[in-house]
Nanobody
Framework: QVQLVESGGGLVQAGGSLRVSCTAS????????MGWFRQAPGKEREFVAT????????YYSASVKGRFTVSRDNAKNTAYLQMNSLKPDDTAVYYC?????????????????WGQGTQVTVSS
């Protein structure tokens, strides 16, 4: 019954910005952490960022820290990933995920619901 719907992906030049969104239904959104992962062709799923249930604590992978910002609006049941200073290496399918608890994790196994993914392509 839980569904996560993503939007906002697209094509952007290196140095540009995109914001992807993830809207949830079917559960009490504010009670769970949210995570963002990405996967490029032929590569394993990679952790990007996470935010706790109240939006006051965030954590980022070293590859995106300082460029990406994760946020959430619990009133809208929506999480966001703002991506700035994009690089070609950021090209991937980006997935949002809803956690099993109030607190975030870098491990994909700690998330039990997933969005459909949205393609982000950064050209050079």
């Amino acid at each position: 019954q839980v569904q996560l719907v993503e939007s906002g992906g697209g094509l952007v030049q290196a140095g540009g910005s995109l914001r992807v969104s993830c809207t949830a239904s079917g559960r009490t959104f504010s009670n769970y952490a949210m995570g963002w992962f990405r996967q490029a062709p032929g590569k394993e799923r990679e952790f990007v960022a996470t935010i706790n249930y109240g939006g006051v604590s965030t954590y980022y992978s070293a590859s995106v820290k300082g460029r990406f910002t994760v946020s959430r609006d619990n009133a809208k049941n929506t999480a966001y990933l703002q991506m700035n200073s994009l690089k070609p290496d950021d090209t991937a399918v980006y997935y949002c995920a809803s956690g099993r608890s109030l607190y975030g994790s870098t491990d994909w196994k700690d998330y039990n619901y997933w969005g459909q993914g949205t393609q982000v392509t950064v050209s050079s």
